[in-house]
């Protein structure tokens, strides 16, 4: 049994074809097929039923493939551990990151980490928060930013960054517009737009408004906060999104609202609670939270200028 099977064979898993992971792999579909039978082989039983319309696991398969990813993450930290030795401080960090984060707050931050530590490479991701979570969870991010709850929280160790609330933008020619505070079930009738499912907004937004009594009607759900905003101001819908995404594109066309009960957004950076921390990721991870919480410290107050 090789490595490089047991690589092929978690891939095929995850993307639930043998096209889509011949093409994330880079070898054809035949070499591919022929490494995953070679595996049944040498293990002596099927772990995948494929037919040209389906494809699902075997208990033997279900089985190795839960086994096989905690073991994969163990044998990449051997070599990870060995390049922080050797290099000490470069290196390569993984972030995973839904793009409105990465818009409104990240273009100083990486910035600044740049000319600090020069040599450590950053490939980011954008995605929703629940993808994130599962790609540091899976190890295939280091580091990821979500909007707090995460599934298995017990998986990661997390720090909270930004504690703020979800309002809603409208027109100011609608009616909730002349009004300080909005309760959800008033949302019943309304046309609405949030994040996409991708996003954990998503899913809470939509369980609150069953627990009174409601599915909310969403017309569209968008990570771009400009298009969103664009929207409301043509008055095709309300929107349901965090204050501090708000704030920095709202004009005179667009008034935002507080909601009751309040729909909290609370943001964290997390990482895997087991396993290797590189000395990149943890160069960054120290600095993301320093400087999140510069942005929450008080400013000093300027002298008095005497004339």
């Known amino acids: 049994m090789e490595i490089q099977q047991l690589k092929y064979f978690v891939e095929v898993v995850r993307q639930q074809s043998f096209t889509k992971a011949a093409a994330q792999l880079f070898v054809t579909q035949p070499m591919l097929t022929r490494a995953i039978k070679s595996l049944e082989e040498e293990l002596n039983i099927r772990l995948i039923e494929r037919t040209s319309k389906s494809f699902c696991l075997t208990d033997a398969g279900r089985i190795l493939y839960e086994r096989v990813q905690d073991f994969l993450l163990q044998y990449d930290d051997i070599f990870l551990t060995m390049a922080d030795v050797r290099s000490v401080r470069v290196g390569k960090v993984r972030l995973s990151i839904p793009g409105v984060l990465l818009e409104v707050y990240f273009p100083p931050l990486l910035t600044r980490f740049h000319h600090h530590f ?33 599934d298995e929280p017990y998986r990661f160790e997390s720090k909270t960054l930004i504690s703020n609330v979800c309002q809603l933008a409208v027109s100011r020619h609608h009616p909730f517009a002349k009004v300080d505070r909005v309760h959800i079930r008033d949302l019943k009738n309304e046309t609405i737009l949030t994040f996409s499912e991708t996003a954990t907004l998503h899913d809470t937004f939509i369980r609150m408004c069953g627990e009174w009594g409601f599915a909310p009607r969403i017309a569209y759900k968008s990570l771009m906060t400009r298009f ?3 929207m409301v101001g043509m008055q095709q819908c309300i929107a349901v999104l965090p204050l501090p995404i708000l704030q920095p594109d709202l004009c005179e066309e667009l008034v935002t609202v507080s909601l009751e009960p309040v729909i909290p957004w609370e943001i964290a950076i997390i990482r895997r609670r087991e396993g290797y921390r590189s000395f990149a990721a943890t160069r960054l991870f120290d600095h993301i939270c320093d400087y999140f919480a510069s942005l929450d410290a008080p400013r000093e107050a300027e002298p008095a200028v005497v004339l």
Do not use: N, T
């Not at 040599?119 to 990821?144: H, Q």
């Open 228 to 230: 969103s905003l664009k």
């Open 118 to 150: 020069p040599g450590i490479d950053i490939s980011v991701v954008e995605e929703g928060s629940k993808s994130v979570a599962a790609a540091v969870s899976s190890g295939r991010a280091d580091l990821g930013l979500v909007m707090l709850p995460v």
